[in-house]
T-cell receptor
Framework: AQKITQTQPGMFVQEKEAVTLDCTYDTSDQSYGLFWYKQPSSGEMIFLIYQGSYDEQNATEGRYSLNFQKARKSANLVISASQLGDSAMYFC??????????FGKGITLSVRP | ETGVTQTPRHLVMGMTNKKSLKCEQHLGHNAMYWYKQSAKKPLELMFVYNFKEQTENNSVPSRFSPECPNSSHLFLHLHTLQPEDSALYLCASSQDGRLAYNEQFFGPGTRLTVL
């Protein structure tokens, strides 16, 4: 079974600084995708970024970038220039050819003013 | 209304009650999902509907009964729940549940408390 690991218990970052949220996965599939979602206290899961296993370049979406290291099976999320509104839970998720999303446990990010 | 909406946002029910959660998507998608998010646990996929047909039941107890009357609406009927069923129930939709890359759009969730 696929496994997504997010081990950081909680992260703190100063406003305007960059932060990296870690995610590792375990799969024997050759074709898969990785997602990051943000969940603020309101509960809604907000899509941030997607990386396909065959994408040669790291995905970027505005202030979000994904540091994809396929051989190490890691897909870390980098948030640049942190804002107070970035304080939330962040979930890494994996999808394979069965089209089922498997989520990690999540990481709490707190941005300090 | 835009995106994915869920009602009610909060629900408190006794173990003998019967209630229903409603999800509606305004995105023209063909796949809809129910997830359960318990404290300190990863999101768990419960059910998947693709073009109104149930394509996934992730070993969910029968006290949870989904219904998908059309591609825009998804219900979760609840009866004789247990306190451990207390959780945030999230609904999501995507263009097509058969596609591996399938960005899912989530609703705000229903916070359920079973007394």
């Amino acid at each position: 079974a696929q496994k997504i690991t997010q081990t950081q218990p909680g992260m703190f970052v100063q406003e305007k600084e960059a932060v990296t949220l870690d995610c590792t996965y375990d799969t024997s599939d050759q074709s898969y995708g990785l997602f990051w979602y943000k969940q603020p206290s309101s509960g809604e899961m907000i899509f941030l970024i997607y990386q396909g296993s065959y994408d040669e370049q790291n995905a970027t979406e505005g202030r979000y970038s994904l540091n994809f290291q396929k051989a190490r099976k890691s897909a870390n999320l980098v948030i640049s220039a942190s804002q107070l509104g970035d304080s939330a839970m962040y979930f890494c998720a994996w999808v394979g050819t069965n089209s089922k999303l498997t989520f990690g446990k999540g990481i709490t990010l707190s941005v300090r003013p | 209304e835009t995106g994915v909406t869920q009602t009610p946002r909060h629900l408190v029910m006794g173990m003998t009650n019967k209630k229903s959660l409603k999800c509606e998507q305004h995105l023209g998608h063909n796949a809809m999902y129910w997830y359960k998010q318990s404290a300190k646990k990863p999101l768990e996929l419960m059910f998947v509907y693709n073009f109104k047909e149930q394509t996934e039941n992730n070993s969910v107890p029968s006290r949870f009964s989904p219904e998908c009357p059309n591609s825009s609406h998804l219900f979760l009927h609840l009866h004789t729940l247990q306190p451990e069923d207390s959780a945030l129930y999230l609904c999501a939709s995507s263009q097509d549940g058969r596609l591996a890359y399938n960005e899912q759009f989530f609703g705000p969730g229903t916070r359920l408390t079973v007394l």
